[in-house]
C-alpha cells in the first residue's frame, strides 16, 4: 500500500507539473459549464485516453484518505480547475472550487471500467450527472435514468450494482436542498497533495495541519476511534449533519462532531421505526450488539440498511472497525 501511495503521489506531481509547462487547458469548458447535458464522456475531454484514464492538462488526480464503500468498487478520482483559476481552502473542510471546476470519480469492478460520475460547477451551481461505459470500455454513455448492472464483487458476491440517475444524486450530494460535493475535504487528503496543488497555483493556501482521517490501509496502526470516526465521516456524514438528509435524526457523524450523545451514545433513536430492530440506543458503550449504529450498517434490509445508499453488500472492513470502536467504549 506504501508504494501504492507513493505511486499516487509521483503520478500526482507529474501532472500538476506539466501543468505549470502549458498555458491552454484541452478541456471543452463550454461542455461544463453550459446549460446542456453532454451524451458522451469523452466530450468533455478530461482524459487524453479515455479508457486508461489519463487525465488532461488541468485535470488532477486525488485520493482520499479514507475512501466511501462502495461494494469494493476501485475509484479514480479527478479534480478539474479551468486555467487560470484555483481552488480555496476552508479549514480542514471541501475545498471551494470555483466556477468552470469538475470532480471526476471513475468506479472500476474487477478491472473493468462501470461508470464515471461528475459534479460539473456551472454559474447557477453543481450539477451531476452519471456516465456508463460500454462492453468494449471505450466510451461512457450519460445515463440520466440511471441503469442496474449486474456484476460480482471482490469478495465472490453477485450484485445488481446500481448506477444513480441524476435526481438520486441530491439524496447525499444535498446540503439544505442545494447540490455540493460531499468528497474533497481537507482533512481527508493527503498534506502533500494539497502542497503540490498550492504549489502549482491550483490552491490559495495548504491548510494548517490539524487531525486528518487515517489512511484506510494503516488502520491497524492507527486509534481505533480514528478508524471507526474516518468511516463514519466519509460514508454516513454526507446525511448524518445539520442541513443533510437526516438532520431529523439528530444523529450528527461527522468526523469534527465531540458530543457523545450527537454520535448515537446513549440515544434513542428519533424516528427510525423498524429500522432499530428491538434495540433502544444508537450506540450502547462496550456492546456493539445491542447498538442500532450497528445492526443498520450489518444489514441489507430495504429500510433498515444503513447505508441505504451506493452499496448491495455490507463493508465488513468498515463493520469490524465500529464494532471495535463501540467495544472499546467505557
Not at 487547458?25 to 453550459?34: E, F, K, P, W, Y
Not at 475531454?45 to 462502495?70: E, I, K, M
Not at 476501485?74 to 471551494?96: C, H, I, M, T, W
Request: proline content about 6%; glycine content about 10%.
Amino acid at each position: 500500500m506504501r508504494l501504492l501511495l507513493a505511486a499516487f503521489l509521483t503520478l500526482t506531481a507529474a501532472c500538476t507539473a506539466k501543468a505549470a509547462l502549458h498555458k491552454t487547458s484541452v478541456v471543452n469548458d463550454m461542455a461544463v459549464t453550459a446549460a446542456a447535458f453532454p451524451q458522451t464522456l469523452s466530450e468533455y475531454g478530461f482524459f487524453t485516453d479515455n479508457a486508461a484514464q489519463h487525465p488532461a492538462w488541468g485535470v488532477t488526480p486525488y485520493r482520499l484518505n479514507t475512501p466511501l464503500w462502495s461494494d469494493g468498487t476501485e475509484k479514480l478520482r479527478f479534480v478539474y480547475l479551468p486555467a487560470g483559476s484555483k481552488a480555496n481552502a476552508q479549514g480542514d473542510g471541501l475545498l471551494d472550487l470555483p466556477v468552470g471546476a469538475a470532480l471526476i470519480k471513475t468506479f472500476k469492478m474487477q478491472g473493468r471500467l462501470i461508470e464515471t460520475r461528475v459534479l460539473l460547477h456551472r454559474a447557477g451551481g453543481w450539477t451531476a450527472l452519471p456516465y456508463v461505459w460500454n462492453a468494449q470500455q471505450t466510451e461512457a454513455q450519460l445515463a440520466l435514468a440511471g441503469t442496474r448492472i449486474n456484476l460480482v464483487t471482490p469478495l465472490g458476491q453477485a450484485i445488481s450494482y446500481a448506477v444513480p440517475n441524476k435526481n438520486q444524486c441530491k439524496e447525499c450530494h444535498a446540503t439544505a436542498g442545494v447540490l455540493t460535493p460531499i468528497g474533497p475535504k481537507a482533512r481527508n487528503l493527503s498534506t502533500a497533495w494539497l502542497a503540490d496543488m498550492h504549489a502549482a497555483g491550483r490552491l490559495d493556501a495548504v491548510p494548517a495541519a490539524g487531525r486528518r482521517i487515517p489512511l484506510w490501509e494503516d488502520r491497524a496502526k492507527v486509534p481505533v476511534a480514528d478508524t471507526a470516526r474516518g468511516w463514519l465521516d466519509v460514508n454516513c456524514a454526507h446525511c448524518h449533519k445539520p442541513g443533510g438528509a437526516a438532520s431529523n435524526s439528530g444523529l450528527y457523524l461527522g468526523w469534527e462532531v465531540a458530543d457523545p450523545a450527537a454520535l448515537g451514545v446513549g440515544k434513542r433513536p428519533v424516528a427510525a421505526g423498524r429500522g432499530a430492530g428491538d434495540l433502544a440506543f444508537g450506540v450502547v458503550p462496550g456492546d456493539p450488539d445491542h447498538s442500532i449504529l450497528v445492526f443498520r450498517m450489518a444489514s441489507l434490509e430495504g429500510g433498515v440498511a444503513m447505508p441505504e445508499l451506493g452499496r448491495a453488500t455490507v463493508d465488513p472492513d468498515g463493520l469490524a472497525a465500529v464494532r471495535a470502536w463501540i467495544t472499546a467504549m467505557r
